[in-house]
T-cell receptor
Framework: AQSVTQLDSQVPVFEEAPVELRCNYSSSVSVYLFWYVQYPNQGLQLLLKYLSGSTLVKGINGFEAEFNKSQTSFHLRKPSVHISDTAEYFCAVDLGGGGKLIFGQGTELSVKP | DAGVTQSPTHLIKTRGQQVTLRCSPKSGHDTVSWYQQALGQGPQFIFQYYEEEERQRGNFPDRFSGHQFPNYSSELNVNALLLGDSALYLC??????????????FGAGTRLSVL
C-alpha cells in the first residue's frame, strides 16, 4: 500500500538555526508531492509542491524541498527559522494526479528563542 | 477572493445522532474533497465530489455520505455518530482541469465532538 512517512514526530530547534523535516513515500506510480503547514486551530496552508521539472522547489516563507526519486524522499528545509514557524507540518502525496491526498502523520516544529 | 469556507466551526453531538457539515469552495473551483483529521494525526481522505457525483472514496463506512450542489458547494453527512467520529473535518477544493497540478486549498475545518 502506498504510504507517507514523516520520520520525526517532533523537531525542536533554536531561532535562526537551519531545519530539515524529513518525508519518505512509497509508490510505484508517478506522484505529486506537497508540504502543508497547520497552525493551531487552523486548516492546512500549502507551503510548496512538486509536480514535475526541477527537483528543487521553493515555497512560501523561505521554505524549500528537494524531490529525490531514487530515495523516494521529499525533505523540507529552511536555512534560518523564526519563532513564527512553530506549527505542525504535513507531507502529502497525490498518486497519479487524481486528487486523493495521502498525508503523513505530521511533524511538530517547535522554534525556541 | 474568498477562500474555502466551512460551517459550522464547532459542533457537539451525541452518539447515534446525525450531523451535516457544509463547505463552499474557493472561487473558480469545481471539485471538493473531504478529509477527517483525528487529534494528533494527519488528515485522512473521505471522498471527492465533482459534477455532483462522488468520484473517489477513501476507506470510510457508508455512514459517511456527501453531496455536491450545482454551485459546487458540498455537504458531508455522518449518520449514527460514534465517539470515534470526533475529529476536525477539513474540506478542500480544486479545479479539475488543473488535474496535473491538482492543488487543493483547505478550509479552516469543522471541529466535531461526539459525546
Amino acid at each position: 500500500a502506498q504510504s507517507v512517512t514523516q520520520l520525526d514526530s517532533q523537531v525542536p530547534v533554536f531561532e535562526e538555526a537551519p531545519v530539515e523535516l524529513r518525508c519518505n513515500y512509497s509508490s510505484s506510480v508517478s506522484v505529486y508531492l506537497f508540504w502543508y503547514v497547520q497552525y493551531p486551530n487552523q486548516g492546512l496552508q500549502l507551503l510548496l509542491k512538486y509536480l514535475s521539472g526541477s527537483t528543487l522547489v521553493k515555497g512560501i516563507n523561505g521554505f524549500e524541498a528537494e524531490f529525490n526519486k531514487s530515495q523516494t524522499s521529499f525533505h523540507l528545509r529552511k536555512p534560518s527559522v523564526h519563532i513564527s514557524d512553530t506549527a505542525e507540518y504535513f507531507c502529502a502525496v497525490d498518486l497519479g494526479g487524481g486528487g486523493k491526498l495521502i498525508f503523513g502523520q505530521g511533524t511538530e516544529l517547535s522554534v525556541k528563542p | 477572493d474568498a477562500g474555502v469556507t466551512q460551517s459550522p466551526t464547532h459542533l457537539i453531538k451525541t452518539r447515534g445522532q446525525q450531523v451535516t457539515l457544509r463547505c463552499s469552495p474557493k472561487s473558480g473551483h469545481d471539485t471538493v474533497s473531504w478529509y477527517q483529521q483525528a487529534l494528533g494525526q494527519g488528515p485522512q481522505f473521505i471522498f471527492q465530489y465533482y459534477e455532483e457525483e462522488e468520484r473517489q472514496r477513501g476507506n470510510f463506512p457508508d455512514r459517511f455520505s456527501g453531496h455536491q450542489f450545482p454551485n459546487y458547494s458540498s455537504e458531508l453527512n455522518v449518520n449514527a455518530l460514534l465517539l470515534g467520529d470526533s475529529a476536525l473535518y477539513l474540506c478542500a477544493s480544486s479545479r479539475v482541469f488543473d488535474v496535473a497540478k491538482n492543488i487543493q486549498y483547505f478550509g479552516a475545518g469543522t471541529r466535531l465532538s461526539v459525546l
